[in-house]
């Protein structure tokens, strides 16, 4: 709450996925990918209010308690030392911190996949007991109501550890609790989308196809930013040196966590989050054709735990001398990747913060042509400005195409309907005819030219 600003504007996403239980907005077009558990997550306060900083706060809040409940699930298989400071890199990441008060899924992902992984190892150091099998199943059906498919890859490694201790209980738990919350998704399946195979194909065509893809390169590319790399054919945000050390030597710092815990006779409790984590990264390197800071959330928090036992290890092991010298290094190491961290986090908010400033400073605009309550918006930032005006949001081409054109021409004669397009946009053919009003920023510059169907 003091880093990312509370009053930070809903993002694209965010306003769809927030619509669908607000008492104040019509709920947007909700596409095949998407699923179902950050709306359920939100519905306590967007059923009562509109206020975008009551939700941010009670985000933030929640991810907090998220990611102590991820740790405590840790107790019994990891000292607290460990914990404490896995638990303290993860949140130090400049994503982590960016969207903890934001309606997304996958940094949700990655807290139950941490906790997921946490009572999966308790339950095999403890067969009798009950709660960390209760805890398994729970943690992977939150995984499962925020993304099926995520949930899948993290689960892998779960059920081959399962298969491979011959823990039939632990197996029922694990699939159960991936069907438990996957049961919202395939039900919704068949009710509009005509099957979970052609819900699955819809949702490759949104993601522009998904299939073998070296998406290696856009992800290193889109570590620092941009927010959503797509197409991912910016230059490289690797500067300053400490913000592209930290990926870069995360992987390493992991395997050989792995290693050093394995030889400790401790070789569970570091390679099955490595695995989970690198099974949970795998749709994000080799199946999309773009990227996002995001996606890796998951597999960070999991690579981390490996990471934290390895330096852990270096400053506690030793002669005094060499403990003093490697608390030296890893302390100054640490505190480069906050500055640099911090520093990303700073400038991501920053700009974020004033792109959307602009949406709220627009609604009494768009009230005064008529285009508040019952009406329609198209075009660019429909579905933010369309939650701050409460009209409906509708696309008539893109990856949420959810209306014909001729639709959209018919229903122009019985509500207010207007296109947005930002200044210099070509305008369609269809409403090239439509009256153009301006629509202003704070600063009095143009932001939205607004062509207004006539009726």
């Known amino acids: 709450m003091l880093l990312v600003s509370p009053s930070m504007g809903l993002g694209w996403d965010e306003t769809v996925y927030v619509s669908q239980v607000s008492a104040h907005v019509p709920a947007e077009f909700f596409s095949a990918p998407r699923s179902r558990g950050i709306t359920l997550l939100v519905a306590p306060v967007a059923l009562l209010t509109h206020s975008t900083v009551a939700l941010r706060v009670y985000l933030s809040l929640l991810s907090g308690a998220g990611l102590a409940l991820a740790l405590l699930a840790w107790r019994r298989v990891r000292d607290n030392r460990v914990l404490a400071l896995a638990g303290a890199l993860f949140a130090s990441l400049w994503t982590t911190e960016y969207y903890g008060p934001q309606a997304m899924p996958n940094l949700w992902i990655a807290l139950s996949g941490l906790a997921a992984v946490g009572c999966l190892l308790d339950a095999l150091r403890r067969p009798a007991a009950r709660l960390p099998l209760v805890g398994l199943a729970t943690a992977l059906a939150v995984a499962a109501l925020m993304r099926p498919t995520d949930a899948v890859f993290l689960a892998v490694p779960l059920v081959g550890a399962a298969l491979f201790r011959r823990r039939p209980r632990l197996l029922a738990f694990t699939c159960g609790g991936l069907l438990a919350g996957a049961a919202e998704w395939i039900a919704e399946a068949y009710a509009r989308f005509g099957g979970i195979g052609e819900r699955l194909h819809l949702s490759s065509l949104n993601e522009g196809g ?20 797509r197409p991912c054919d910016v230059s490289w945000n690797h500067k300053p040196l400490e913000l592209a050390a930290w990926w870069l030597l995360l992987p390493l710092l992991a395997a050989a966590g792995v290693l050093v815990e394995s030889r400790a006779g401790r070789r569970g409790a570091a390679l099955l989050p490595a695995l989970c984590g690198l099974s949970v990264a795998v749709p994000y390197l080799f199946l999309i054709d773009y990227s996002a800071p995001r996606f890796l959330l998951p597999a960070y928090a999991l690579l981390l735990v490996p990471a934290a036992s390895l330096l852990a290890g270096l400053v506690a092991s030793g002669s005094r001398r060499r403990r003093r010298l490697l608390l030296a290094v890893v302390g100054v190491g640490l505190a480069a990747h906050l500055v640099g961290q911090y520093r990303q986090l700073h400038e991501e908010v920053a700009y974020t913060v004033s792109s959307r400033a602009d949406q709220p400073y627009a609604v009494p605009q768009f009230a005064r042509l008529g285009l508040t309550g019952d009406c329609l918006l198209t075009g ?14 509708v696309e008539t081409s893109g990856n949420d195409t959810n209306i014909t054109l001729t639709e959209l021409l018919r229903a122009s004669t019985r509500q207010p309907t207007a296109l947005l397009l930002y200044p210099g946009d070509p305008v369609p053919a269809y409403a090239r005819a439509w009256p153009v009003h301006t629509v202003t920023g704070r600063d009095g510059r143009p932001n939205y030219l607004v062509r207004l169907a006539p009726r």
């Open 380 to 393: 660019e930032d429909a579905e933010p400005l369309g939650y701050y005006t409460g009209c409906r949001a």
């Open 210 to 229: 998904m299939g073998l893809h070296w998406a290696v390169g856009d992800v290193l590319r889109s570590v620092n930013g941009p927010i959503l790399c």
